[in-house]
C-alpha cells in the first residue's frame, strides 16, 4: 500500500510517497514517508509538521499528532506501527503544512464512496481539495472528482466546502472536460443542484446553490426554466432572484441558439429598464458579446483589434469576458487562428493592461497539441522586455499539457469498459451440461 503527497512551500516543491509494510490486519513492519523534490521546486527537502489521519470503515477519525517529515528522502513514522490496518489515511489533516496531498488508490477509493461520512469539516475540504489536485496535475481524470462530489455534495452542511466544491465542479466541467462530455455532466450537476435546493435551509447555502444552478445550465432545455425563473422573479419557493441572479440568467440566455434574438433583447430592456450606469453598460456588452452570431463575433473582432479604438479599459473587459463561449465551438474556431496572428501586434503597440485582459479574455484554451505547438512558437517569439504576457504565455504551456493530459484520461474514463466472456470449445457446444466453465469435457469414473 502506498501514499502519495506534493508538498510545496513557496517556490520549493516536493513530492512525497508514504509506504507501509504490513498484514491484512494492522500496519506490521514500517510506515514512511517519502520526499521527493517536484520538478519546478527548489532541489531541496524541506522539514514538515505534520497530522494524519487515520479512518476504519465507519470513517471513524483517529489522528496521529505531531508527525515530523525531516529534511531527508525518508522519513519512518514509527506512531504508525502496531495500528489496524486503516480504510484510508490522509496526511496534513489540520493543513499544518502549505501543501499538496497525493491519495493513494485504496485511500481515494474509499473517500470516493464514504466523504461525506468524514467527520471534520476541515478534513472533507482537504480531503476535496487533495483529489482537485491530482486532478489538475494530470493524475486522476476530472469525472472522478465529479463523481465523488455528485455523491457527497447532498449531505455537506457547510457552505465554505460547497462553495469552493462547486467552483471547482464548474472549472473541472469547463476546462478539465473533453467539450464532447461538457453537457452531460452540466445537465447532471443542474439537477442535483435543484434536488438540493428543494431541501436547503440555511440561507448562505441557499445563495450558493441558486448561483450555482444558473452557473451549470449549459442545455436549451434548462435555460428555458431559468426563462421561467426570471418571469415569476423567484427560482424555487424562499429561492427571490436577487439583481445579479437576473443578471446571471440573461447572460446564460443570450448565449442560447434557440431561443429568439427578439426575446433575448426585451428580457435585457425590461432589466435594464432605462438605468445608464456604467454597470448597466458592461452588463449589456457582456451579454451581446455571447451572442451565437457569426456576424457579431466578427464586428466585435474587428473593434476589439482597432489600434485606434477609444473606449475605456472596463468597456473593452465587460465585452471581451463574453466573447469566448465554448459552446459556439463552430462559430470561435476561426479566432484560434486569429488570435495568434495579432496577439504580437497588441502586446507591442497597446497599453499592457489592454494586452493583459485582451489574454486573459481572448486567448483559446482548448487542449490540442495543435494550439500547444503555437503557443510555444509564440513564446520563442515575444520579445524579452514584455515579461508580463511571457509569463501568461508560459503558463498557458503548461495549462495546454495539463489539459491534453487530463482529456486523455477522462476519454479513457468515458470508454466503454470491455466485457468479458467464457470461451467454450466444440466440446463445450456438442455436450452441453457435459464440459466444465472452461470448456473441458468432465468424465465421470464408473464405480
Not at 507501509?20 to 521527493?36: A, H, K, P, W, Y
Not at 508580463?388 to 484520461?409: F, W
Amino acid at each position: 500500500l502506498c501514499f502519495f503527497f506534493f508538498f510545496f512551500k513557496q517556490k520549493t516543491a516536493y513530492e512525497i510517497l508514504s509506504g507501509l509494510v504490513g498484514s491484512e490486519m494492522c500496519i506490521r513492519d514500517r510506515f514512511n514517508i517519502v520526499q521527493t523534490c517536484a520538478p519546478h521546486g527548489e532541489k531541496i527537502n524541506r522539514m514538515h509538521r505534520l497530522v494524519i489521519g487515520i479512518y476504519d470503515k465507519d470513517f471513524h477519525e483517529k489522528l496521529i499528532e505531531n508527525v515530523l517529515v525531516l529534511e531527508q528522502d525518508k522519513t519512518p513514522v514509527s506512531q504508525m506501527i502496531g495500528l489496524d490496518e486503516p480504510t484510508a489515511i490522509f496526511l496534513n489533516i489540520h493543513d499544518y503544512a502549505y501543501a499538496k496531498i497525493r491519495l493513494d488508490e485504496k485511500s481515494f477509493a474509499a473517500f470516493a464512496k464514504g466523504l461525506q461520512n468524514v467527520p471534520n469539516s476541515l478534513s472533507r475540504q482537504m480531503i476535496l481539495r487533495s483529489v482537485w489536485d491530482m486532478v489538475r496535475d494530470g493524475i486522476e481524470p476530472a469525472t472522478k472528482y465529479l463523481e465523488i462530489l455528485k455523491i457527497a455534495l447532498p449531505f455537506e452542511q457547510d457552505s465554505d466546502i460547497l462553495s469552493s466544491s462547486y467552483t471547482f465542479a464548474h472549472a473541472a466541467i469547463s476546462s478539465y472536460l473533453p467539450l464532447e462530455f461538457r453537457e452531460k455532466e452540466g445537465e447532471e450537476f443542474f439537477n442535483m443542484t435543484l434536488k438540493m435546493m428543494e431541501k436547503e435551509k440555511n440561507e448562505n447555502a441557499k445563495k450558493i446553490l441558486l448561483e450555482n444552478a444558473i452557473l451549470f445550465t449549459f442545455s436549451h432545455k434548462n435555460r428555458m426554466i431559468l426563462a421561467g425563473w426570471l418571469s415569476k422573479g423567484e427560482a424555487l419557493p424562499g429561492y427571490q432572484l436577487q439583481r445579479r441572479d437576473r443578471h446571471a440568467i440573461i447572460k446564460n440566455l443570450f448565449k442560447d441558439r434557440e431561443m429568439k434574438q427578439e426575446e433575448k433583447d426585451n428580457l435585457l430592456e425590461k432589466e435594464i429598464a432605462g438605468d445608464k450606469s456604467d454597470d448597466t453598460l458592461k452588463f449589456k456588452l457582456t451579454c451581446i458579446a455571447g451572442l451565437p452570431s457569426i456576424e457579431n463575433k466578427e464586428k466585435l473582432w474587428k473593434w476589439y483589434t482597432d489600434e485606434h479604438a477609444t473606449d475605456s479599459d472596463k468597456i473593452f473587459e465587460a465585452s471581451m469576458m463574453g466573447f469566448w463561449q465554448w459552446e459556439q465551438l463552430d462559430i470561435m474556431k476561426v479566432y484560434v487562428d486569429k488570435f495568434f496572428e495579432v496577439i504580437l501586434d497588441v502586446c507591442k503597440k497597446r497599453p499592457t493592461h489592454f494586452s493583459g485582459y485582451f489574454f486573459r479574455c481572448l486567448a483559446p484554451t482548448l487542449a490540442d497539441p495543435t494550439l500547444l505547438k503555437k503557443y510555444e512558437e509564440l513564446l520563442k517569439i515575444l520579445p524579452p522586455e514584455i515579461k508580463a504576457r511571457r509569463t501568461n504565455v508560459e503558463g498557458e504551456i503548461e495549462d495546454q499539457k495539463r489539459l491534453i493530459r487530463s482529456y486523455e484520461l477522462c476519454r479513457l474514463a468515458y470508454a466503454p469498459k470491455k466485457q468479458s466472456c467464457l470461451l467454450y470449445t466444440s466440446d463445450a457446444a456438442d455436450e452441453g451440461l457435459g464440459v466444465d466453465l472452461g470448456g473441458r469435457r468432465i468424465i465421470k469414473k464408473k464405480k
